[in-house]
């Protein structure tokens, strides 16, 4: 295998991770869309949707492509032993999250100074909560499988 061999097989797999980026998000979309997470009774649509989705989505995005560049750096570099360089960075992603979800999910428990129904609340915080489950579990599996299968490509694509 040549040097150009090698640099066409490394470039074709990143090109083809750059355009597979936004192939993620839309598919979260269709999945897990922020508007399924309704706002409690009392609340204005607008300003539950602006709490629910934050301003998070850009640093969102640019994790989750790191995340997939890792998984498909590790194929690549690594091959076979991938599994645990990925398994490490999904234990590490899951450790740094734990404490966010537990202040996320359950900051604030009621409205004290709202005329909003404490069940109602609940309600709108449970479809939350597993609105933001959803994406991080199939945003993760997404990055990651891309991340693997193009890195696949990627060496079948350097293979003599």
């Given at each position: 295998m040549t040097t150009f061999d090698l640099t066409v097989g490394i470039v074709a797999g990143l090109a083809a991770l750059f355009v597979s980026r936004p192939c993620?998000?839309?598919?979260?979309?269709?999945?897990?869309?922020w508007?399924?997470?309704?706002?409690?009774?009392g609340v204005a649509p607008e300003d539950w949707m602006a709490a629910v989705r934050g301003t998070g989505a850009k640093s969102?995005?640019?994790?989750?492509?790191?995340?997939?560049?890792?998984?498909?750096?590790?194929?690549?570099?690594?091959?076979?032993?991938?599994?645990?360089?990925?398994?490490?960075?999904?234990?590490?992603?899951?450790?740094s999250?734990?404490?966010?979800?537990?202040?996320v999910v359950?900051?604030?428990e009621t409205l004290t100074e709202s005329n909003v129904s404490q069940l109602d609340f609940l309600r709108a915080r449970r479809q939350w909560a597993a609105l933001l489950y959803t994406r991080f579990l199939c945003g993760t599996l997404l990055n990651?499988?891309?991340?693997?299968l193009l890195g696949l490509m990627a060496l079948a694509m350097m293979a003599p």
């Open positions: 993620v998000g839309f598919v979260l979309s269709r999945i897990a869309p508007d399924q997470a309704l706002p409690p009774k969102a995005s640019w994790l989750g492509g790191l995340e997939c560049l890792l998984a498909y750096v590790a194929t690549v570099a690594f091959s076979g032993s991938a599994g645990p360089i990925i398994g490490g960075w999904m234990a590490f992603k899951v450790a999250k734990w404490e966010s979800w537990q202040n359950r900051v604030p990651v499988l891309i991340g693997v």
